[in-house]
Each structure stands twice: as structure tokens, then as C-alpha cells.
């Protein structure tokens, strides 16, 4: 379309609609994202070493110990942040 014209066309008008709606949804998306992102870290709460620890209501036993872990590999036995070195020799899993 040229420049300088004062309105759209009829034949463009329901595109113009639809591309000024489509840029007011992804505005208020960011805002939303914008205040997450903020919300998360203002009042995140801070998780274990090992968020993936089996609660009570995947198993069978009605209350697990404190240190019962259902992820046991190696990449949740590092502390984090992850030191520089987090092991000397190459860790062989039992």
C-alpha cells in the first residue's frame, strides 16, 4: 500500500484488524513473561540439590526419608552450582 494515506482500504481493513490484534496479544504476552520472570526471581522459593526426589504420593510407601532419592545418577550427585572440578577421576556408578 503507499504512503501517506489516511486510512486503509476496505479490502485491507480486516487484515489491518487482524495484525493490530495478533500485536496487542503478543504485547500483553511479554508483559506476562516480563512479570513472571520477575515473580520468580523476587519470591522463587529455593529448591534441593535434587528437585526430582520421589514424593509420597508416586509411591507405594506411605513416607520416605528425607534422603530417598528417585534420580540417583551421577548429574544429580554434584551440589550446585556445579564446582570447577566437580570429580578428580571419572565416577563409576555402583
Do not use: C
Not at 3 to 18: E, G, I, K
Not at 30 to 47: E, M, P, S
Request: no cysteine; aromatic share 14%.
Amino acid at each position: 500500500m503507499p504512503r501517506r494515506y489516511s486510512d486503509y482500504p476496505d479490502a485491507f481493513a480486516a487484515w489491518n484488524m487482524l495484525s493490530s490484534i495478533g500485536s496487542m496479544i503478543s504485547a500483553v504476552a511479554t508483559l506476562l513473561f516480563i512479570y513472571i520472570l520477575f515473580d520468580i526471581f523476587a519470591n522463587g522459593k529455593v529448591v534441593s540439590h535434587n528437585p526430582w526426589a520421589v514424593p509420597v504420593f508416586f509411591s507405594e510407601t506411605p513416607i520416605l526419608p528425607e534422603d530417598s532419592l528417585a534420580s540417583d545418577t551421577l548429574e544429580w550427585t554434584v551440589e550446585s552450582p556445579i564446582p570447577y572440578h566437580s570429580y578428580i577421576e571419572v565416577p563409576v556408578q555402583s
